[in-house]
């Protein structure tokens, strides 16, 4: 059974930094492609990260330069390290795994519950 399972969410005040991470069972995050998505009150869910197999990452331009996604495959864990944190960026984040390399929630397969992070000014 595909489990993925977030942490390190919070609070923080502008300008600060979190690291999220994202355990996952069922399958080796080696083996297929995972992604980091947002989703704040009254928008839709916006991909923000994501990185391949053979850790080639991609980025949206609203998080490019401040947040860095990698993977420990020995850990089987996903990882979100977010600096220079926004207002802007509060939201409740998810990681997901899928099989194409993309920013489009509908290209993964399997999602975590989320973990909240909350930015104030």
């Known amino acids: 059974q595909v489990q993925l399972v977030e942490s390190g969410g919070g609070s923080v005040q502008a300008g600060g930094a979190l690291r999220l991470s994202c355990a996952a069972s069922?399958?080796?995050?080696?083996?297929?492609?995972m992604g980091w998505f947002r989703q704040a009150p009254g928008k839709e869910r916006e991909g923000i990260a994501s990185?391949?197999?053979?850790?080639?990452?991609l980025y949206a331009d609203s998080v490019k330069g401040r947040f860095t996604i990698s993977k420990d495959n020995a850990k089987n864990t996903l990882y979100l390290e977010m600096n220079s944190l926004k207002p802007e960026d509060t939201a409740m984040y998810y990681c997901?795994?899928?099989?194409?390399?993309?920013?489009?929630?509908?290209?993964?397969?399997?999602w975590g519950q989320g973990t909240q992070v909350t930015v104030s000014s």
């Open positions: 069922g399958y080796a995050v080696s083996s297929v492609y």
């Open positions: 997901a795994a899928g099989y194409i390399f993309t920013l489009r929630s509908p290209d993964y397969s399997y």
């Open positions: 990185i391949d197999r053979f850790g080639t990452t």
